[in-house]
């Protein structure tokens, strides 16, 4: 399989700390090898925010239509990415809501489960 973009085993991305178009991007070297987390730490270096933890954060790519793939924690960020958009991504930081552990995700119409079980 060809990828586009792909040169001696990697691709280039580009990523950003908010939606905002006059945000600075930084450049980073993607591998087949790179995986969720693995990137996130290289993006926020490249923000110089190492002080932050790659836990706080979602990766997401910016499709062509406007929306956003957000990368699942564990994917290899190289074959899970859309190569017919371009190579942007945002950093989005994850937030606490109601009780739920940072980076959990409810399936939609998936019953919601008791907080004290019996």
Known sequence: MTRRGVVGG???IRTRRGRVL???SASCQLTSQDHTRQVIERALEKHN???FSCQNFNLCQ???NGKDLQLPDKANVFYAMCTS???D???RRR???HGRRLGSSLSPG???KARHSK
Do not use: G, K
């Open 95 to 97: 937030w606490r809501s």
């Open 22 to 24: 006059t945000d600075l």
């Open 62 to 64: 910016m499709l062509n």
């Open 10 to 12: 990697h691709v280039d």
């Open 85 to 87: 958009a371009n190579y």
């Open 89 to 91: 991504f945002v950093l």
């Open 110 to 112: 998936a019953p919601l």
């Open 49 to 51: 925010m190492e002080d």
